[in-house]
T-cell receptor, first 113, second 111 residues
Framework: EAQVTQNPRYLITVTGKKLTVTCSQN?????MSWYRQDPGLGLRQIYY???????DKGDVPEGYKVSRKEKRNFPLILESPSPNQTSLYFC????????????FGQGTRLTVV | GDSVTQMEGPVTLSEEAFLTINCTYT??????LFWYVQYPGEGLQLLLK?????DKGSNKGFEATYRKETTSFHLEKGSVQVSDSAVYFC??????????FGPGTRLSVLP
């Protein structure tokens, strides 16, 4: 089954404690992206990757890191989480091109206290 | 940059009512247009898309037509069901391959 898998689904952590949210896709997609969803703001892009070892900032990259060492994986790293990073996070992947759909993971609800 | 405006809602309708969710966009290029739906506790799923002017996307009774002259992609359904209760996102995708998501419109359908 074609899917994007994020882990964990829920996470509560404390300010400053490094964490990683994993994202893996089994569709051999070159393009992957991370978004955060906040009430009233919709989805905002954090980082994206056009292919292995190619990453770029989205609209809200501050406080986040990513890496793309393999095509299937695109982890999101919060080196020193802060309460304003409490949000719902989504990973997505797609074939490159403006006409193709993106496939989304189930989401990770992160709470930083 | 590209942007999307859509009615935020919440929109509350009775079952079998007609639904319209407006979406307008600004884009420097010639984007494809998508509607995604997010059911409670889930990720986003593609509902429908249109890739060029005057194309109509349709799925599950929902329709939207790509109107280049008015830069709009309004979502419609003739008769909504309780199971349509969800958040709906309009999203252009440009030649740079990034999606631009609107704020989402929450729809509640009452029995």
């Amino acid at each position: 089954e074609a899917q994007v898998t994020q882990n964990p689904r829920y996470l509560i952590t404390v300010t400053g404690k490094k964490l990683t949210v994993t994202c893996s896709q089994n569709m051999n997609h070159e393009y992957m992206s991370w978004y955060r969803q906040d009430p009233g703001l919709g989805l905002r892009q954090i980082y994206y990757s056009m292919n292995v070892e190619v990453t770029d900032k989205g609209d809200v990259p501050e406080g986040y890191k990513v890496s793309r060492k393999e095509k299937r994986n695109f982890p999101l790293i919060l080196e020193s989480p802060s309460p304003n990073q409490t949000s719902l996070y989504f990973c997505a992947s797609s074939v490159p091109g403006r006409t193709t759909e993106a496939f989304f993971g189930q989401g990770t609800r992160l709470t930083v206290v | 940059g590209d942007s999307v405006t859509q009615m935020e809602g919440p929109v509350t309708l009775s079952e079998e009512a007609f639904l319209t969710i407006n979406c307008t966009y600004t884009a420097t290029g010639y984007p494809s247009l998508f509607w995604y739906v997010q059911y409670p506790g889930e990720g986003l799923q593609l509902l429908l898309k249109a890739t060029k002017a005057d194309d109509k996307g349709s799925n599950k009774g929902f329709e939207a037509t790509y109107r280049k002259e008015t830069t709009s992609f309004h979502l419609e359904k003739g008769s909504v069901q309780v199971s349509d209760s969800a958040v709906y996102f309009c999203a252009p995708r440009d030649y740079g391959q990034n999606f631009v998501f609107g704020p989402g419109t929450r729809l509640s359908v009452l029995p």
